[in-house]
Nanobody, 117 residues
Framework: QVQLVESGGGLVQPGGSLRLSCAASGSILSMAAMGWYRQAPGKQRELVAT???????NYADSVKGRFTISRDNAKNTVYLQMNSLKSEDTAVYYC???????????WGQGTQVTVSS
């Protein structure tokens, strides 16, 4: 069983930056991929970015060029650097991991990001 703990959310002004962290209880090398999803009020959860075991990254069109996903295998942590934040980025951000062998999905508890002046 893998536990994921997100941190780094908060209130930021439009145009500002935040860095989210997702710390895993086990080795992230046992995961086929890890990623960030978000859910705004009244909307479905959507993909933000993913990164594979081989560090290949994929982004939603809405965040390309503004967000960067990265991983530190030694710290079992995945990051999401968010720059040029917009009000429409306001959401609860969830960390996700997909196990390499079983393809089981794991989710964190979420961290709130609010972009407002």
């Amino acid at each position: 069983q893998v536990q994921l703990v997100e941190s780094g959310g908060g209130l930021v002004q439009p145009g500002g930056s935040l860095r989210l962290s997702c710390a895993a209880s086990g080795s992230i090398l046992s995961m086929a991929a890890m990623g960030w999803y978000r859910q705004a009020p009244g909307k479905q959860r959507e993909l933000v970015a993913t990164i594979t075991r081989g560090s290949s990254a994929n982004y939603a069109d809405s965040v390309k060029g503004r967000f960067t996903i990265s991983r530190d295998n030694a710290k079992n942590t995945v990051y999401l650097q968010m720059n040029s934040l917009k009000s429409e980025d306001t959401a609860v951000y969830y960390c996700n991991a997909v196990a390499l062998v079983t393809l089981k999905n794991y989710w964190g508890q979420g961290t709130q990001v609010t972009v407002s002046s």
